[in-house]
Nanobody, 116 residues
């Protein structure tokens, strides 16, 4: 299994980005049931959960991104997305996706930098 995140970049405070993550490999039959999540790691900090989405579309967000971020998924394309609005400098980090048991290898992530 390979996880490839993309869509990061440099954005000003208040801006928006849409991250995408695609899972590749022989996992089509197992991707759909998985709870998928977006995680982020800022310099000097541990990787932490940002948002999750179940196979049925139920979502969870950490408090600091509620109302600003939206997670979604496309099971047919084995993709999970993170729409990020009203970005703040504290959102700057490398963003990764993975399933909730973290049994798949981490990809390289995508860097988000929010400038003030």
């Amino acid at each position: 299994v390979q996880l490839q995140a993309s869509g990061g970049g440099l954005v000003q405070v208040g801006g928006s980005l849409r991250l995408s993550c695609v899972a590749s490999g022989s996992i089509f039959s197992v991707f759909s049931p998985k709870v998928m999540g977006w995680y982020r790691q800022a310099p000097g900090e541990q990787r932490a959960l940002v948002a999750q989405i179940t196979s049925g579309g139920s979502t969870y967000y950490i408090n600091s991104v509620k109302g600003r971020f939206t997670i979604s998924r496309d099971n047919s394309r084995k993709r999970v997305y993170l729409q990020m609005n009203s970005l703040e400098p504290e959102d700057s980090a490398i963003y990764y996706c993975n399933e909730d048991q973290l049994s798949w290898p981490w990809g390289q992530g995508t860097l988000v930098t929010v400038s003030s």
